[in-house]
């Protein structure tokens, strides 16, 4: 989307609709693969491989989020019931029927993906506000009846499923350690991102945005407005129930807990600050949502082990005993405050820095 | 049958607190076109200065005045802060607002009261209960009824005699011609916002009375959003109708259906009843029928 730099000509459609398109990219992309790959495994600790994964499943349950808020114009504020739909299904096969865990994983989708059709019907006649209450109560109904009063049931485990360690595996390879579950994480969301971005640049992916942007237009060019929201219904679940099944492999235990109604808002909310309509805003998004209020919360930590900053500020220790409610209190006003004064999102103005130093310093 | 009366009666009595917060949220959708979805953090809010300023030892009666007033400050500045920076934005980026709000606000409420349970102590309504025929009723629920109704009276008298109310109306109805009319527009946000706080205060109190105040009374707030659907969006009476309703409906979920399900009916029956409406009747009883085809 950026401007490409002097001297490089385009001669074909394939050119131009090429992800890298120049050498400088490539170079850049594979950098990022290296990192990805090789730097943080060897050289972060534990704890940041930990954050790094919260960062991951982030990214793969905003994905859902993003595709439906920002690239088909439904906007969705249950997304968590799909998440859960995806967890429950997959934990259930691995349990019950002892289905390897990829195989459970993508059934787990698929089961997100048709709940997330069953809920996005009503799209065919309400649009607006009446369908975020339709999605509204498909959280409610999902997760705080059909999973805590039926789905626990099965099996007689209780409420919570505990996931006995050696039970997430692919093949021979156990996933147990935070380390294995950041390499599935990353697997995950670059398999995903791919599947994402390949879906917007072809047929359906126009047909999409052309219902987000005029869903009256769309319809009079020939796009089956019904079929396409409920497909994008169908592929949001599959990711989201996907993403679900990805965290049980670094859960101790999976419980409605989890897959509560802020977690959905939360998700709208990473797609928000980082930009809606964006790939990368889901990213950003993510990592802005995660990194800051950790961050936030080492920053603390550090002060109050200074006896001179608790003197200087004696509510320090009370507001890290009380973080988790400090974090929503913040989120809420970031929610507030990027609507309101940076509505395009990190994504946007992460554009307009790019474009300013590319040009710099003759930007006319 | 007498089950059924029973069931009936208590529904109209948590009915009423409902069509009361209900009507503040049909306030804010019809004047400023706001959804709203941080009613039932506006519910806690409201219920928690109540319960400060009772503990601190003022008259029961006297504290809901004061929550009336403080209700009505935040109400305006919450619409002055964040809400009139957002005139004329999409409806998402206005709904996404609210829910900013939501997490903000309960975010200070449990940064600031904690999330223990709360009860108001001393009892402010007596607990013997009070028989009508055969029908026992708590006495909470009878004076949360009377509250709600002298409320519900209060501000229908607003809104059809006063020259702010008839305000309010004309920008509901129209805005472009209330404006050319010469109503200020502002005024008019501001005051359902502050009136929709005021609402959802005395609606979190009278809940926090009958089972005790915790960040679960938000959660009833968020079933008003079932009744404003099943009434229509933009109408009063509506609203008033649906929160009957749906007080009823939950209740006789309760009592009827609970005993086929592991548990749980009484707080997703509404959902669900909002979802079928939705499904086959989404402008409700009374709202505006708007011609749209998706």
């Known amino acids: 989307m950026s401007y490409r730099p002097c001297g490089v000509y385009h001669q074909y459609y394939k050119q131009d609709h090429a992800w890298w398109q120049t050498k400088f990219v490539w170079g850049k992309m594979i950098l990022l693969l290296f990192t990805v790959f090789y730097i943080i495994p060897q050289f972060a600790g534990m704890y940041l491989i930990s954050i790094a994964n919260v960062v991951g499943y982030t990214i793969l349950s905003a994905i859902g989020v993003q595709l439906l808020i920002g690239y088909c114009g439904q906007v969705t504020l249950g997304h968590a019931a799909f998440l859960a739909m995806g967890a429950y299904t997959c934990t259930l096969l691995m349990l019950q029927l002892h289905i390897p865990y990829p195989i459970a994983m993508i059934m787990g989708g698929i089961v997100g993906g048709l709940w997330s059709v069953l809920f996005g019907l009503p799209s065919a006649r309400v649009k607006g506000f009446y369908l975020i209450m339709t999605t509204m109560a498909a959280q409610f109904i999902t997760v705080e009846f059909f999973i805590t009063q039926y789905v626990s049931q099965i099996g007689g485990r209780g409420v919570a499923y505990s996931i006995p360690p050696g039970t997430v595996k692919i093949g021979p390879w156990m996933i147990k350690s935070d380390m294995d579950v950041y390499y599935v994480m990353v ?87 980082g930009g809606v309509g964006s790939i990368h805003g889901i990213i950003y998004g993510a990592m802005f949502m995660t990194l800051i209020p950790e961050g936030l919360k080492f920053l603390i930590f550090v002060l109050t082990q200074n006896p001179f900053f608790v003197d200087l500020m004696p509510f320090l220790p009370l507001l890290l005993e009380k973080f988790l409610f400090v974090k929503e209190a913040a989120f809420g006003l970031a929610i507030v405050l990027f609507l309101i004064f940076e509505p395009n999102g990190i994504s946007y103005r992460w554009w307009q820095i790019k474009n300013y130093f590319n040009l710099w310093p003759f930007s006319y | 049958m007498e089950i059924f009366l029973q069931l009936l009666i208590t529904g109209i009595l948590v009915g009423s607190i409902y069509a009361l917060v209900a009507l503040g949220w049909t306030l804010i959708y019809k004047c400023s076109g706001v959804l709203n979805l941080a009613m039932g953090e506006l519910t806690l809010i409201g219920a928690y200065v109540c319960l400060t300023f009772y503990h601190w030892g003022i008259p029961f009666i006297l504290a809901l005045l004061f929550t009336l007033v403080i209700g009505f400050v935040l109400g305006i500045l919450t619409e002055i ?214």
């Open chain 1, 187 to 273: 697997i995950l969301v670059i398999l995903c991102i791919l599947v994402m971005a390949n879906l917007l640049r072809s047929k359906v992916g126009r047909a999409w945005i052309a219902i987000r942007d005029n869903d009256i237009a769309a319809e009079t060019m020939g796009v089956n407005i019904v079929f396409y929201k409920l497909l994008a219904f169908f592929v949001a679940g599959f990711f989201g129930g996907v993403a679900g099944a990805f965290w049980t492999s670094s859960l101790a235990a999976v419980s409605p807990e989890h897959f509560h109604f802020g977690w959905s808002l939360w998700l709208v909310g990473v797609i928000l600050i």
């Open chain 2, 81 to 294: 802060l964040f809400l009139r920076p957002m005139v004329g934005e999409p409806v998402l980026s206005v709904i996404m607002v609210t829910v900013g709000l939501a997490f903000f606000f309960k975010g200070l409420v449990m940064l600031i009261w904690g999330t223990d349970t709360v009860v108001f102590t001393p009892w402010v309504f007596p607990m013997e209960p009070v028989f009508i025929g055969k029908i026992v009723v708590g006495q909470v629920y009878l004076w949360a009824f009377v509250a709600s109704i002298i409320l519900l009276i209060g501000f229908v008298t607003f809104f059809k005699y006063t020259k702010w109310g008839l305000s309010m109306q004309a920008t509901a109805d129209d805005e472009m011609a209330a404006l050319s009319l010469g109503v200020n527009a502002k005024v008019v946000y501001a005051l359902a916002w502050a009136i929709a706080f005021m609402a959802a205060g005395v609606g979190g109190t009278l809940l926090g009375n009958i089972n005790g105040l915790n960040i679960s009374v938000g959660y009833l707030g968020l079933l008003v959003l079932p009744a404003v659907v099943l009434g229509g969006l933009n109408s009063v009476p509506g609203a008033i109708v649906g929160g009957l309703v749906i007080g009823i409906i939950q209740n006789l979920a309760d009592g009827y259906l609970s005993r086929f399900t592991p548990g749980g009916v009484k707080d997703v029956f509404p959902f669900a009843v909002m979802v079928i409406v939705l499904l086959f009747k989404p402008y409700g009883l009374w709202g505006w029928v708007r011609i749209e085809r998706v």
